[in-house]
């Protein structure tokens, strides 16, 4: 009679292998933002949906949770958006075509873009434009399906818009863009002030209106509450949520926002999951 | 002291990747015990040898290279006046200044001279006290000139030293804890002195990163490292007076190895929690 | 002593024993100390590695076991908030101890286990996963409490669509003997928040000590096929209907010594993010991260990177966190819970509240550890007590 002896293969769970991906391109966005465009060293592209996340790896530093910002048709790599903070992704800002790095993932809910027949509006603050990006690709891929689509992006500035280069051919395709600043500024002849109070103003919102929202969580809120006064239904608004991701999959604890653990339950949710919580502070 | 922040610390552009970085150790009022730290790294050091130009280190070395240097290791509390025109020296010719040890980041042992009578001290221990020119206080390093990076504890921790050269020499990111000693003691599964034997012991309130080396050798944490990120020092007081401690007592194991740091902290929090 | 002989032989007149041998299965066995040393000798055959209450430093700790000699006979402990104390009892009994700081978590989901190696040669990366030891473990003295934990761990670690790998390999190599708690300490609550002190699902094989008046003996009884094989392997006695009589009374004397308890609706705190208590625990809370460590659901984990020298090679290891650490809430600008309020407030209301939202039970068995470990000895019974009353009467 001898124990079974538990098996000690390696897992194959793309949460927890690390991929090594090598930087394609870099492209300069704004000031201390950096896109990095890149391909898997080994096998294909992973599959994701727009809003979906990867930890991405930089060695010897770390990892920081970034949203994969690539349209997610786009079947010859992947993007990955990302801001210069803290030494992690400082580094990865730092990276050169022909680097390597690792990403795990795709991990979290996506938006639902299931929304035929209703007016689109998106709701982005500074780089909360990155994680809709690939949900404007894919909503400009379909735009038939919806009555209207309209984008409000605020920055504090106007060097600080982000895609501002894309902004053009977006209206092409249908989608209704405007563009504001915190502050007045040189030059500048757009909107000025913050995006939930040009969602006022455009009076964009009603029953029929579904919208995607991403930014700090104050302007997330702000704007919400906007939305709902002007009468979306509160399920009609998704948020995305920002907290300290760690693994990714659920099991590390970090990212947790009450009820929630934001890589799992999120980052997408519906307004009313959140409502409350937002408003707590150092939940 | 400092605090040390948990996130990773970038260093200067001025070290790039392969160069060999210049590094400088030096010595103020220290028994050397931080220094013989470094030697103790002889191993691992070797094995990067042709990696970092050691051009200062008397303990070690009689060759000496002027500076500038990309990095200084500074042991040891000012004392002196000499001592004190002296780091600022130093401080104009190192790139990056890193403290390490107990004295140099908080005083030492040596600073419970601090607002006693110095003079009266000098004259019962020396045979010939005129001989002897000193400052009234021990002071760390930061109270003097600005201090890019601590090492903490009594004497510093052999890893943390060779994790903060290993960034140092790879451009990496370092990640020194700010949690209590308590997080390293439990990890390694030591029996907690305090709960289980009513030992006093400061680890709740200090800085991890030793390892918790005495409460597993069964003695209380006597603090060299220092106060953790959010040290709830009354807190601890009152616990130790449950133990038996008189005042007394708390405040000689509060004051012995990082001098005010815990007390002047205390004090804040309790005008903190003074009704207004 | 010839009683015992008797019983052994399983032919005690008059006294009717539950199962037959060689007929029905037998759902009771009696050990005697001569077979614990059998059944640990048989343990240590079976698996790698043995673990069971030792004596060490004061306290009563799951550790590596050699034979029933290291285990802790003769030894009670006396737990406070704040406090405990290794005693001498100067009797024979080898479990009469309440729970000591070790839960099955330090050994399925232990302070240190590594992820990766990850080694960089002419920018090339190369990623060698970490392969976990296929060590098989026997555990024993696991309580009801423990067993129950490690069910909520184990929802939390395997439970939803990714698998920790450590977690999975350590657990399939543990084979559970539980000890049914006849020695709850002053800390514990678990007939009010957890299962109460009987082992009843879990575990390979559970064992009660029996303090009978005609001396100690063990009743035994089986969770698995594999703990009835080698139960059966050690030929031992069925056990006489006048034991579990007596086991049951033993037991309803211990539901009695319960002093603490958790109300029914501990899960409120959520609602209470705002009251004004959160400041008085924080008055007393050390932010040590202690009740964390002991907590044998807590499952938090942070990632240390570690650079070697020569910069070529970095190790992973995923280590404990705590949510009472700064870092734990890193956001972009830095911590977001920077008070020490709001970091107690995340801790006992995920594992009295939010833990329900997210894995459908309460994080909380009511072993106490917490509470004892406590270097200031704050009790989240009483916590919850105090945030339960009108806002006024804190005032």
Not at chain 1, 209 to 232: E, K, Q, W
Not at chain 2, 68 to 92: C, K, M, N
Not at chain 3, 373 to 392: F, H, K, M, N
Request: glycine share 10%; hydrophobic share 40%; with cysteine.
């Amino acid at each position: 009679m001898s124990a079974v002896a538990p098996s000690a293969t390696p897992t194959a769970d793309p949460l927890l292998v690390p991929r090594v991906h090598e930087v394609t391109a870099v492209i300069q966005e704004i000031p201390d933002v950096v896109t990095i465009r890149c391909i898997p060293v080994e096998g294909a592209l992973f599959d994701f949906q727009p809003a979906q996340i990867g930890m991405v790896g930089a060695f010897g530093i770390g990892e920081a949770a970034i949203s994969i910002s690539s349209p997610a048709t786009e079947s010859s790599f992947h993007e990955y958006t990302i801001r210069r903070a803290g030494a992690i992704t400082s580094a990865l800002t730092r990276l050169q075509p022909g680097d390597q790095f690792w990403v795990r993932g795709p991990f979290g809910t996506p938006w639902d873009l299931d929304l035929d027949g209703r007016d689109i509006l998106i709701a982005a603050g500074g780089i909360g434009l990155a994680p809709l990006r690939s949900a404007v690709y894919a909503l400009l891929k379909y735009r038939e399906r919806y009555a209207s689509t309209t984008l409000v992006i605020g920055a504090r500035s106007s060097e600080h818009l982000l895609y501002a280069n894309e902004y053009e051919t977006w209206r092409e395709h249908g989608l209704a863009v405007f563009d504001t600043i915190d502050h007045p500024e040189p030059g500048w002849s757009g909107r000025v002030g913050f995006v939930s109070e040009v969602v006022r103003e455009l009076g964009v919102s009603g029953p029929s209106t579904s919208a995607l929202v991403c930014g700090p969580d104050i302007m997330t809120f702000l704007t919400a509450d906007v939305l709902v006064a002007g009468g979306v239904p509160p399920e009609q608004v998704q948020v995305t949520l920002e907290r300290n991701m760690q693994c990714g999959n659920g099991l590390c604890g970090h990212c947790q926002l009450g009820p929630l653990i934001v890589c799992r339950d999120g980052p997408v949710v519906r307004y009313p999951a959140v409502a409350a919580s937002l408003r707590v502070k150092e939940l | 002291m400092q605090h040390t922040s948990a996130t990773p610390i970038a260093w200067p552009e001025s070290i790039e990747h392969g160069q060999s970085p210049s590094l400088a150790v030096w010595k103020f009022a220290s028994c050397d015990g931080c220094q013989l730290s470094l030697l103790d790294c002889e191993d691992e050091l070797m094995a990067v040898a042709g990696r970092v130009a050691i051009s200062y280190f008397p303990e070690a070395t009689t060759a000496m290279v002027d500076g500038p240097y990309d990095v200084s290791l500074v042991e040891g509390s000012i004392t002196t006046e000499h001592d004190a025109a002296r780091i600022l020296d130093i401080r104009r010719q190192s790139r990056l200044l890193v403290t390490i040890g107990a004295c140099a980041t908080a005083g030492g042992i040596q600073a419970l001279r601090n607002g006693r009578d110095v003079d009266g001290f000098t004259s019962i221990v020396y045979a010939h006290p005129e001989y002897i020119t000193t400052l009234a206080t021990s002071t760390p390093i930061a109270d003097h000139v600005r201090v890019d990076l601590e090492l903490r504890g009594c004497p510093i921790d052999r890893g943390q030293l060779l994790q903060t050269l290993a960034a140092l020499l790879n451009r990496h990111a370092l990640r020194l804890p700010t949690t209590s000693v308590c997080i390293e003691c439990k990890a390694r599964q030591t029996s907690c002195v305090m709960v289980a034997h009513g030992t006093p012991c400061l680890g709740p309130v200090t800085q991890a990163g030793c390892g918790a080396l005495c409460p597993s050798f069964h003695r209380g944490c006597y603090g060299c490292f220092g106060p953790m990120e959010s040290p709830n020092v009354p807190a601890l007081r009152t616990q130790l007076g449950l133990l038996g401690l008189a005042g007394v007592d708390i405040d000689r194991l509060l004051n012995t190895f990082n001098t005010t740091a815990f007390a002047e902290l205390e004090q804040t929090q309790i005008d903190e929690r003074a009704p207004s | 002593m010839r009683r015992w002989l008797e019983v052994e032989s399983g032919v005690v007149s008059g006294e009717p024993s539950i199962g037959q041998p060689g007929g029905q299965p037998i759902d009771w066995w009696v050990m005697r100390a001569g077979d614990l040393h059998r059944f640990i000798s048989l343990l240590k055959s079976e698996f790698d590695e043995v673990i069971g209450p030792v004596a060490v430093d004061g306290v009563i700790r799951l550790r590596p076991i050699e034979s029933a000699d290291d285990l802790p006979t003769g030894f009670t402990e006396q737990q406070e908030t704040g406090s405990y104390r290794l005693l001498e009892t100067g009797t024979s009994l080898r479990f009469s101890y309440g729970l000591g700081p070790d839960s099955l978590k330090s050994i399925v989901h232990p302070p240190r286990s590594p992820v990766w190696t990850m080694r960089r040669h002419d920018g090339t990366l190369i990623v060698d996963q970490a392969l976990h030891g296929t060590t098989t473990r026997a555990v024993i003295g696991a309580r009801a409490c423990d067993l129950r934990a490690l069910d909520i761990l184990e929802r939390t670690q395997t439970g939803g669509q990714h698998t920790d790998p450590a977690f999975a390999v350590h657990r399939q190599g543990l084979f559970l003997v539980a000890i049914d708690c006849s020695h709850p300490a002053p800390t514990c609550f678990c007939d009010t928040g957890g299962d109460g002190p009987v082992a009843d699902h879990g575990y390979d094989i559970a064992i009660t000590e029996l303090d009978h008046p005609n001396g100690i003996v063990y009743l035994v009884r089986v969770g698995t096929d594999h703990g009835r094989s080698l139960i059966e392997s050690l030929h031992l006695a069925p056990a006489p209907r006048t034991f579990l009589e007596h086991r049951d009374h033993q037991h309803r004397s211990i539901s009695r010594e319960f002093i603490r308890e958790l109300p029914k609706d501990a899960a409120k705190v959520v609602r209470l993010a705002d009251h004004p208590h959160w400041n008085d625990v924080a008055e007393r809370c050390l932010t040590c991260g202690n009740c964390t460590a002991v907590c044998p659901t807590c499952f938090c984990t942070d990632m240390d990177d570690i650079v070697g020298l020569d910069g070529e090679t970095a190790t992973r290891t995923r280590v404990w966190d705590t949510c009472f650490s700064m870092e734990y809430s890193h956001l972009g600008p830095g911590p977001h819970r920077t008070s020490p309020a709001a970091r107690y407030r995340q801790w006992l209301s995920h594992k009295l509240g939010t833990w329900h939202d997210q894995f459908g039970e309460s994080g909380c068995v009511g072993c106490g550890r917490c509470i004892t470990w406590c270097p200031v000895g704050i009790d989240l019974t009483a916590e919850v007590e105090s945030l339960g009353r009108p806002v006024e009467a804190n005032a």
